[in-house]
């Protein structure tokens, strides 16, 4: 840095000048995107399932929802919002060790990346088993939960790189 004008010196830039993009592209950056987006998965469908279970026995196969039902739903999905994203810090330590060849930047992007979308199938596959009627009504409106979805892929974004920041800070 210049301490003159306040602007970047060629001895200070990144010698790596490859875009962000290159990362998505990187075997490693998309073997862990992929394995996470699927463990996030496979906890989404037993996360519903188990909603789903839960929440017909309490019913008993009627249509009347009830305070305990609409109690116990609310709890499930606000499980999920809690959980997700402690599952993406736990996701990304995990998956960190695999990105050693990338640079600081690109793997928090990568784990950002997979924190995000593995939130959004997460939470979409658990909200839409958890919501599945037992009497054979209409299926649930999913749209609506667009926003909250997303909104919790950020937050799960911010934990995916930041536990692996505050590792390396640790650490490093």
């Known amino acids: 840095m210049d301490t003159k004008t306040g602007t970047a010196t060629e001895t200070n830039r990144p010698t790596d000048t490859a875009s962000l993009r290159t990362v998505f592209t990187h075997p490693d950056a998309v073997l862990a995107i992929k394995a996470t987006v699927a463990a996030f998965a496979v906890f989404g469908v037993g996360t519903g399932l188990s909603g789903y279970a839960l929440l017909a026995t309490v019913a008993g196969g009627g249509s009347v929802v009830s ?51 593995g939130y959004v199938a997460y939470a979409f596959l658990a909200t839409v088993l958890i919501s599945v009627p037992s009497n054979g009504d209409s299926a649930v409106n999913v749209g609506r939960y667009l926003v909250p979805f997303v909104l919790g892929g950020v937050g799960s974004a911010v934990v995916g790189a930041g536990v692996v920041f505050v590792r390396s800070w640790l650490l490093d």
């Open 67 to 117: 305070y305990t039902q609409a109690f116990l739903g609310v709890a499930l999905v606000g499980g999920v919002t809690v959980t997700g994203p402690v599952l993406a810090g736990a996701f990304a330590l995990r998956a960190d060790p695999t990105l050693a060849e990338l640079d600081d930047r690109r793997r928090y992007a990568t784990l950002a990346v997979a924190g995000f979308v």
